[in-house]
């Protein structure tokens, strides 16, 4: 099925221009460009053009926001004319009555007659229109491709009643010594999970950029870096231990280096002691408190996580964002010494980027999760409900990305772009989901996923180390 119909291409676009609002909103608070525009609707006596660059800032932002009015109007009337649902018209409508508001706020901000708190509000009434618009997209896709009985009827977490898969590949062990160590080394080196290393390194950096200061040093980075990398291994090394018997029984984890006997379980556990060892060593050379979230990085992914929250609740993703979001606390920590706000607020968006990313996987899995016995969102409540989920998660990483660009100094330009046009893309691949509905569309949105986070990241780092 394609995307033909026009409707959820102009609420996506509208939803969108909100954002892209919000954003250029909060990089012209930022960069304080409403001072070199302070009349209204444009600057020196209101009807004059800027006389300098950060001006031209703050005219550009006013022009989009008659540009997404029109789009907002254009959404709502299309709603009402073709009889849409009552929860879609009602989301649209409750955006276009604030919309004006907003617009009132804003000259009263530009002007310099508003208040802080009036900032505030500008800020919060920006972000309930974007939810009414991204709403009204969510529930039309949902009424338009979902069903409401595609979640099984009963579900038994657990996999002791279930025998490991018939064709599970034999490891493949060779005799000659040097590719028998090229083998081995190779299957210590997936216990370490090296696919997740680089984007939780890259939180970590992002953090340190952010952090700035004194205390980004050579040393800090290079510790830091090598550490989280460690402590990344530590935690797959035991997430691999404790799920040897699982990995058997589903497809896609039936080739580990522990399902397949191809490393001796105590070499493993060893191995992994060794790896957080060293990790909270070098944390500790940093400061205490970057040993310590270390420490507890570890202890979550592969005792909370992988033990308690994957096996036993539906809500485990979600809950395991923790995992994700601490090398955001320690690549700060290390840095300041102390958890500030611009970590929080960093480990906050992956956070809520874990669930929107990871439930894409959790549906191109379904089967193989259900035949593992674990209550991932698809196997429990269905993939309608699922692709609702990812809708909203989506909507609240953009959220906090956009306050983060807020509050962080350092963000400017090449962040705003980012976080645009990659959550655009990262959108436009979750509504290809609602109407395609295969393993090959949810992969398209993890792989998404992992470009917006990763763009994101990176553009963190630059501008806060070159801007």
Known sequence: MSVSDRFPALLAATAMGVYLLLIVGAATSVTEATAACTAWPACGDGLSLPTESAGWVALGHRVLAVVVGLLV???TAL???????????????VAL???????????????????ATAGLVHLLVGVVIFGGTLAALAWWLEAETGSADDAPEEFEPGTDHLPPVEDAPEPDIPTATLPRIRATAGAYFRLMKPRLMWLLCLV??????????????????AATLVGGSLAIGASGTFNHVLERDVDKRMQRTSDRPLATDLVPLWNA??????????????????????AALGLAAILFYSVVYTLILKPNTVQNTVLGGAAGALPALIGWAAVTGEIGGGGLLLALVIFLWTPAHFYNLALAYKSDYERGGFPMMPV?????ATRRHIVWYLGATLVAAAVLALVADPLGGLYATVAVILGGVFLWAVIRLHYERDESAAFRAFHASNAYLGCLLFAVVFDALWF
């Open 97 to 115: 009555l604030l919309y004006p508001a907003q617009a009132g706020l804003g000259a009263l901000v530009a002007v310099g007659s508003a208040s």
């Open 380 to 384: 429990v409540h269905g993939e309608t």
């Open 73 to 75: 109007l254009a959404s």
């Open 204 to 221: 970590a950096a992002a953090a340190m950029a952010l952090a700035g200061g004194a205390g980004f040093t050579p040393y800090t980075v």
């Open 79 to 93: 709603a009402f004319r073709r009889s849409e649902s009552r929860r879609v018209r009602g989301a649209l409508a």
């Open 269 to 290: 556990v060893a191995f992994g002691l060794l790896l957080a060892a060293l990790s909270l060593g070098l944390f500790w050379t940093i400061n205490p408190l970057t």
